[in-house]
């Protein structure tokens, strides 16, 4: 017979922090770069320097110039920076 985990106050619950929700804010992010006209882009295969820091490059639609995310190495931008940029971009 099995038993049911006992449940008890003093469990911590786990909070809602930035990190367990990133697809959520990719798809803001990628909501709002879609309003301006702009690719949000993810990286597909990472890297070593992608997996410590950043896997987002932003795309202006028209031109296909890269805005933000390839300054040191191809989707070096995480994903506050590229919504700190598009805060910016919308005036």
Not at 12 to 21: T, V
Not at 48 to 68: C, F, K, P, S, W
Not at 80 to 87: K, T
């Amino acid at each position: 017979m099995m038993l049911a985990p006992e449940w008890t106050d003093d469990i911590e619950q786990p909070s809602m922090s930035r990190s367990g929700n990133t697809r959520s804010i990719e798809r803001r992010v990628r909501r709002v770069a879609t309003r301006l006209g702009l690719h949000l882009m993810i990286v597909q295969k990472p890297d070593n320097r992608v997996r410590a820091h950043g896997g987002y490059m932003l795309r202006d639609g028209q031109t296909m110039r890269i805005l933000l995310g390839d300054k040191d190495y191809p989707y070096c931008a995480d994903i506050d920076e590229v919504e700190a940029f598009l805060d910016a971009y919308q005036g």
